[in-house]
C-alpha cells in the first residue's frame, strides 16, 4: 500500500484528520529543506507537500512566487528535491511525500526519469499544478507503474461532470482548492466548502482535502468539520520569508504554526 | 515526451488533396491540440471558463449575424482592407522581387492587433462580462483592448512587464488617455511572459466577472484557435489582393514572430498554397549563437509547457524558463504560439531569426526609401526582406505583412541615438 493510502487509512480508524503542510523546497537554502520536513512531523504533519520551485509559478500569490525565487537563486532543481527526500527517508520510512508543482521542469528532464528518480528518492505523490487530466495520458500511466499517486486539483468552478472525470483519475486524496484566487489569496468562506464537498462524496471514495486561505488554528478547524485533510501552504511560507536571514529560528516558528493547527484539528474532531 | 511524427500526420490524408499540407486546416483536434503542441495546461480553476468560452466561439463562429457583426466592426471601425501597398522604390534598391506591404499599420490603432481584440470583445460582449484584461508587450495589444473596452464600455486592466512599460512609455500613456488601468508587473524578467503570468492570476480570481483578452495566439486552448481565425482576415484580403494587383498568388510570405499572431493572421489562408513559401522571423536579438535572444523556433529550443500550451520554449536543463532579449518588447516572449510549433516540424514555414542590428537597420531604410515608419516588431520580417528580395528575380512577388507602425519605438531609436527627447 502507498504511504498516503496508509495515513489515511490510520486517520480514518482514528477519527482524525489530515494535516498537510506545504513549504517550497530549497527555501531559503536547499540546506535547510529536510530539516524543516522533520519539524513538520514532529508538529504533527500527516502528508508533506513540497513545492518545486519553477520560474513562472502561474497559480501562485506573491507568497511562494518569492520562495521560488529565493530557492532558484540558490540554484536549487529537480534532482536536489530527490536527494532532499532520499535524506528525508533516512529517518522517516512512514511520512508521505508528495511533489507539487509546474509540469514544465518535470518534462524538462524526461518523465520517465522523473517518475524513475521520484519513486527512488521515496516520493510518494505527485500534484502537477497546470496539469489537468486529459493532459496526464502520458505521465499518469508512468506515476502509476511506479507507485506514485496522481493527485489532481478540483476547483469552485468545477463542474459536476468535470468532477467524475478528476475523481476517476485521481489517486492519494483530491485537493479542493477552496476559492476561486492564487495560493495565498482571502480567508475561504467554510460553508461555500461544504456545499461543494457534498457533491464530490457521492462521486469518489478518496480522502477529500482542502487547500487555499487556510491560515491559522480556528480556519483549520472550520474546514476540518466538512473535510478530510487541510492543507496550509502560504501560512507556512510566510514565515519563512519573514525569517530568510535568520533560518535558523525557521523550523521553531514552523512547528510553532503547524502545532496551533493540530491542536485545533484534534480538538475539533475529538469534539 | 509525446512520439510524433510529424509526416504521419500528413500521410493520414485519405483522399487525395491538391495540397501536402491539407491537413494543416484541420486543426486544432477537439481538445486544442496541433500535433503534440497546444493543449490547455491550465489549474483546474480556469477549465471551466475556457470550455465556456470554446463552447461561445463554436456556437458564433458559423454565425452570419456573429460574422456580419465582425465584418461590419473591421470596415467601419479599423478601416479594412488595409491597402496591399507595391514598395517599388525599396524593392528597385534591392534589386530583386517585388516587395509588397500588407499595411496593417493602417489600422485604427495602428497594428493588425485590432483584429483580435474586435473580435473577442464581441465574445465578451456576448457573455456579458463587464471586465476585460489584457497582458501586453509592445503595448499595441493593450492599446488595441483599451480601444475595444473604450467603445463597449467595459472597465479594463492591461498587465504589462515593468521593464517594458519603461520601454513603451507612449503606448502606456495612450493605454491610460483609453480609460484602461495599467498594471506594471514587477516579478520575474518584468516583461510579456510575466505580464502574461500577472494576467492568468487576475482570471483565476475574477473569472466570475472577466474576460481575459489573450493578444496572441498562443496560450490554453481555445485562444490559439480563435486569434487565429480572427486575425485571418489579413491573409484572406491579401490573397485577394494578389490577384488584383499582380494577377497571381504571391512567391513568398514574410512575418515577424513573438507569440506569432500577425504572422498567423498572413499565413493561415494561404497553408495550402504549396508554391507560396513562408518565412517566420523571429528575434534574434544579440545573435541566436550568444544565447541573448528570443527564437525558439529558429534556435531550435526544446519542447516544453508555459502560459497553458506546449510548444517550442526556451528554457533551461532544469526547465526554468529562459531570460529573452530583444530590442522589440513585442518579440520578447520565450515561447510561441503551438500551431507555428507544428508548422516548424512539417515544414510549411521556414522560421529565421533578425538580430537587432538589422532590424534597426531596416527600420531606418523603410522610414527613408518608402517614408514608411515601421514597428521594431515588424522591422524584423523588413529585416529578412532585404536578404530575401535580391536573391529572386524581378517578376516575382513577396508579401510583407506590415503588422504594424513605429511612432510608439521613437523614443527607443532616438536613445539608441544617444539622443534625448
Not at chain 1, 83 to 102: C, H, I, K, N, S
Request: aromatic share 6%; charged share 25%.
Amino acid at each position: 500500500m502507498n504511504r498516503i493510502d496508509q495515513r489515511f487509512a490510520e486517520l480514518k480508524s482514528q477519527g482524525r484528520r489530515a494535516l498537510i503542510p506545504f513549504i517550497t523546497a530549497g527555501d531559503p537554502g536547499p540546506e535547510h529543506t529536510v530539516g524543516f520536513m522533520h519539524a513538520l512531523v514532529e508538529a504533527g504533519a500527516d502528508v508533506i507537500e513540497l513545492g518545486v520551485p519553477f520560474s513562472d509559478p502561474m497559480a501562485d500569490g506573491p507568497v511562494i512566487q518569492k520562495a521560488c525565487e529565493r530557492a532558484l537563486k540558490r540554484g536549487v532543481r529537480l534532482s536536489h528535491l530527490f536527494e532532499m527526500v532520499r535524506e528525508f527517508r533516512q529517518t522517516d520510512a512512514t511520512t508521505p511525500v508528495v511533489l507539487m508543482g509546474y509540469l514544465n521542469p518535470m518534462e524538462r528532464i524526461g518523465l520517465v526519469a522523473f517518475a524513475d528518480q521520484a519513486a527512488e528518492a521515496g516520493v510518494d505523490g505527485v500534484l502537477t499544478v497546470d496539469m489537468p487530466p486529459e493532459e496526464a495520458d502520458e505521465v499518469g500511466p508512468l506515476l502509476k507503474s511506479r507507485g506514485l499517486a496522481s493527485i489532481f486539483l478540483v476547483a469552485p468552478t468545477t463542474s459536476n461532470a468535470r468532477a467524475a472525470t478528476i475523481c476517476a483519475h485521481g489517486e492519494g486524496y483530491l485537493y479542493y482548492v477552496s476559492l476561486k484566487g492564487v495560493t495565498g489569496s482571502a480567508i475561504l468562506d467554510s460553508r461555500d466548502v461544504a456545499e461543494h464537498l457534498a457533491p464530490l462524496r457521492e462521486m469518489t471514495d478518496l480522502p477529500l482535502c482542502v487547500g487555499f486561505g487556510i491560515r491559522d488554528g480556528a480556519s483549520a478547524a472550520e474546514v476540518g468539520k466538512v473535510a478530510d485533510g487541510v492543507i496550509v501552504g502560504s501560512a507556512l511560507v510566510s514565515r519563512i520569508a519573514e525569517n530568510a536571514d535568520r533560518p535558523e529560528v525557521i523550523a521553531g516558528e514552523l512547528k510553532a504554526v503547524l502545532g496551533e493547527m493540530r491542536q485545533a484539528l484534534d480538538a475539533m474532531s475529538a469534539a | 515526451m509525446i512520439d510524433f511524427n510529424p509526416h504521419a500526420l500528413l500521410a493520414t490524408c485519405e483522399v487525395s488533396f491538391v495540397s501536402k499540407f491539407s491537413d494543416l486546416t484541420r486543426l486544432p483536434d477537439a481538445r486544442g491540440h496541433f500535433g503534440p503542441y497546444g493543449g490547455r495546461f491550465v489549474s483546474e480553476t480556469l477549465s471551466f471558463a475556457l470550455d465556456e468560452l470554446e463552447k461561445t466561439y463554436l456556437s458564433l463562429r458559423d454565425d452570419p449575424a456573429f460574422q456580419a457583426e465582425f465584418d461590419y466592426d473591421l470596415a467601419h471601425y479599423v478601416g479594412r482592407p488595409s491597402p496591399l501597398y507595391h514598395a517599388e522604390r525599396w524593392s528597385k534598391q534591392l534589386g530583386g522581387a517585388q516587395i509588397w506591404l500588407k499595411r496593417e499599420d493602417l489600422n485604427h490603432t495602428g497594428a493588425h492587433k485590432v483584429n483580435n481584440t474586435i473580435g473577442q470583445a464581441l465574445l465578451a460582449k456576448k457573455s456579458g462580462k463587464p471586465r476585460v484584461i489584457a497582458e501586453t508587450g509592445a503595448g499595441q495589444h493593450g492599446v488595441a483592448t483599451a480601444t475595444v473596452a473604450a467603445r463597449l464600455g467595459l472597465k479594463c486592466d492591461v498587465y504589462m512587464g515593468a521593464a517594458d512599460v519603461q520601454r513603451q512609455k507612449l503606448n502606456v500613456y495612450r493605454m491610460r488617455l483609453l480609460g484602461a488601468n495599467v498594471i506594471a508587473v514587477e516579478s520575474g524578467t518584468r516583461t510579456l511572459k510575466d505580464a502574461m503570468n500577472e494576467a492568468l492570476r487576475d482570471w483565476v480570481t475574477n473569472v466570475d466577472d472577466t474576460f481575459y483578452i489573450i493578444g496572441t495566439v498562443a496560450g490554453p486552448h481555445p485562444y490559439p484557435m480563435l486569434v487565429r481565425d480572427f486575425n485571418s482576415v489579413v491573409g484572406r484580403e491579401a490573397r485577394r489582393q494578389s490577384f488584383e494587383e499582380f494577377g497571381k498568388l504571391p512567391d513568398a510570405l514574410i512575418a515577424c514572430v513573438g507569440g506569432g499572431s500577425n504572422a498567423m493572421g498572413l499565413f493561415y489562408p494561404f497553408v495550402e498554397d504549396d508554391e507560396v513559401v513562408m518565412y517566420g522571423v523571429e528575434a534574434g536579438g544579440d545573435g541566436v549563437e550568444t544565447g541573448r535572444h528570443a527564437a525558439p523556433l529558429a534556435s531550435g529550443a526544446p519542447r516544453g509547457v508555459l502560459h497553458g500550451n506546449r510548444t517550442y520554449l526556451m528554457s533551461d536543463e532544469g526547465g526554468q524558463v529562459s531570460d529573452t532579449h530583444s530590442v522589440s518588447a513585442g518579440l520578447d516572449y520565450p515561447g510561441v504560439g503551438p500551431e507555428h510549433a507544428l508548422w516548424k516540424d512539417v515544414g510549411r514555414v521556414n522560421y529565421v531569426a533578425a538580430n537587432d542590428d538589422a532590424v534597426l537597420e531596416a527600420f531606418r531604410e523603410l522610414t527613408h526609401v518608402e517614408g514608411i515608419m515601421p514597428a521594431l516588431e515588424t522591422a524584423h520580417a523588413l529585416a529578412y526582406a532585404k536578404v530575401l528580395a535580391p536573391t529572386m528575380s524581378p517578376d516575382q512577388n513577396i508579401i510583407v505583412n506590415l503588422s504594424g507602425r513605429g511612432d510608439k519605438d521613437i523614443l527607443t531609436v532616438a536613445k539608441i541615438d544617444g539622443i534625448e527627447i
